[in-house]
């Protein structure tokens, strides 16, 4: 029974390889709809808490020393990192 | 098994239909033909998408020349071009290689599961390539391409693949406009089109203030694309703002990645190599090989499409700022010889912490424990009070704390932070600074990158050296400045070399640089490596019982119901035992596919993965069900969950296969970390470990672990699932010594002190209660075609009435260990 199962997959699968190569690509409907993209990801992301800043400072022999630093993230200043995504299903 | 169908092996999925008219619930079958189309290299196939309509499957078969594979999928023609309108709809691609995605069943997120790329932006513009770097890497055979019209309009567009036989470069594009005038995160565009007059200097060539600046940023970007051979895109928002200063400092300018990121279970993201693990936005989109906005989803218009932001101070030149030191724009440093605020150099120094060369671990005790992993607190990455996390970072998964000549991991399995002390020592174990600018560079320190590449690189003045002596220090200085303890330096500690002359140290002033140095090596594990990957090593399950040993009393049974060799999945049903709100036991089910180490359910024609059966009937032989209107889903992820904090709640350290169960019941949902109860090496001989059922009585079942004992008879342990009062499914357990060849008569127990799913366990533990009895008799067992069969009688006691059979014909409707 599997096999004559098998054998009949591989039948239509080579009834249907023969597409028309400019005709559309076939479609079918997704099981559910898809969710609105503004809410459909789940996605795990954030804002950086820092961001890296070169400041430069005079030194006392009068040449300039460059320093990069991480800094508080302006972004996170200026709103709230918003930007884990809604929940999605697994 | 109660699940309905007891039927056989092979036709489960087929006989699970016959199911779905009596309890309308489960999925289409496997096995339903597909309409595969071939696709050809570089010809654009027609793309007429309906709403919320797929083309599935179309493929392309690659020779082992290809070193580039590129997919589109455009509504604007020609492609990437800007004749025309796009049309409306919102096409996701996604791309699989090696086997197809499934035929039937399918919701946009479940093929995404199955993708090993995707590209899911709110626009139909989309597109992914693929390299011999790519985390799936390109590489000979089927590559097959899904693509969805998400949206609720019909789309229309094409489709193309192009394999290419030739590397090619990508570009950082920079966006010089998109300006804000947020008083915290400002964004003046006018720095790049200013027209103050300007001279020609050290090869560039433009004569204005603003151009020679746009001038200078595209040769830091170019250096950088040329150092690390970037061949994807990366676009960069580039802004001015006034950041200040006085006569004796400013900040000259800042950088950051816009986001970081992190495959979960949730959202998964394929292409990224390490699970449970931040990467900064820009190291995902090379791996993706799409943009942000595809990977991640949402919009792409404005900023939405990119990916760093670089902000120079645009008060640096006045009078009162250093003394009106102006920045020097030329590509030839030469001609500045004191190479003083250099643009290109402080251009590429601060993308390249923008390109990921930047740790998460906390360094700044304002900002929680010190040495602590980066969580999620509210919709932050935090170091405390978090509701998600904390998770390694890819960076600081390359760092190793050395003493003397052993190294341990910077990260790595722990428990609760426990290694934040560790961390901590390392990043003060360089020189003391007792006041700012301090600075001793060359001092080895115990803080060290082990990536491979930077330790062999030619540009490592310790290459050649034995491990850990040829590890490249970070900086880690014992901070005297306030204490007089040694305390981190939040602000440069960790993210910066020590090496002479590198352009990646925290103090880079007086340097000629155009060169990256270390961090081209030290980039490359993050992502940004061209080195040919080999195929992803994907987790691993065994058929068995498996439970959170923090949710002791849950559980879910997990068998193999069919070997499907024509989609190359494994099939699975994974029974969920647990207990409701009021600690009452009750049972789940799913059935899906095992895909990568993943168990993927199919989609119930509820919409559900995870369902709950009420029973309508139980009489003998016509045991009826229907699904309950509970929304459910289900997702068990084998690969490595090691890394989940799920897994790090207590030490599993010692436990070799985990896997991370991602359930949601309701409004409820939770991650658990979950091990096998019985191991293969530990089953019975005869082996009678699987999911069993009445054949002719379909609609119960159990589970029957079968666990040796050496010369012993073999303890026996049965889960059982059955209608209980008022048809709701519930279950109980026996165990006992196991008497193959005679009758095995067994206390049926039922825990009486359940717990809910997301509620402590009891203090004192669970409690059985007997409910009635199950005997097990004429148990047969290697039969040449078919599965063990045997006997079942049980009495079930329950509020109101009783589950009773009486030698039932069962049989086992899993595929027996070690079958084909």
Known sequence: ?90 | MIHSSMIHTAMLRTKLLCILSAGALLAAAAGVARADSPLQSGVPATLALPANNLVLNAYIDVDATAKRLTFDVCSVQPCGGLQGAPSSGDFDLFVRYGTPFPATGLSEDIINRYAHYHAVSASSNETITVLPSSRMPLRAGRWYITVVNASQTAGNGTLTVTASPATQLGTIHVDFGHPSTDPDAPCDDSFWTDTTAATPVGGNNATTLGAQRQNALFHATNELVTQLQIPIDITVHACGAHLGGDMNSAILAHAAPLTYLFDDPQFPLNALPKKYTWYSITSAVRLAGTSGCSLGGGSCDGVANEELEAVFNEDIGQPNIVGGEKFYLGFDPSPNPGHSLDFVTIAMHEMTHGLGFFGLVNLDATQGPLGAKAGISGNSIAFSNLSLGPYDDIYDDYVAIVNGSTYTPFMGYEVNGANDAARIAAATSGPVITQDGDYNPGTQTGLRWSGAEAASSSVNINAGKAAPDNFPSLYAPCDKITTTTCAPEPSSTLSHTIQAGDMMNAFYSGFNLRSMGLAVPMLAPLGWSNASATAPVFGQTIPSNWFDSTHNGHGFDFQVVLRDPVAGHDVYLLTFYTYDANGNPEWYQAQGSFVDGVFLPDLQSNGQTLYRLVYTSSDLGHITAHADSVAGSVIVDFNQAAQSPACRNVDRSSIALLGVMSWSIGNESAQWCVQPIVQLADHASPDLNGHWYAPTDGGWGFEFLDVSNGTGAPTVVVYVYYPGANGQPTWATASGTLNVTGSTTLNLLQVSNGYCRLCTPPAQGLTGTSVGSITLSSLQTNLPAGRPVGAASITANFAGGSFVRVNDPISELSVPPGAP
């Open chain 1, 1 to 90: 029974m599997k096999n004559r199962f098998l054998l009949g997959l591989v039948a239509l699968g080579a009834a249907v390889s023969a597409n028309a190569a400019d005709a559309p690509l076939a479609t079918q409907p997704l099981a559910t709809p898809a969710p609105a993209k503004s809410t459909a990801t789940g996605l795990r992301k954030a804002t950086p808490p820092t961001v890296s800043e070169t400041s430069v400072t005079r030194k006392p022999d009068g040449s300039l020393a460059m320093n990069c630093v991480q800094k508080p993230n302006p972004k996170l200043k200026a709103a709230p990192a918003a930007t884990t995504g809604g929940e999605r299903q697994p």
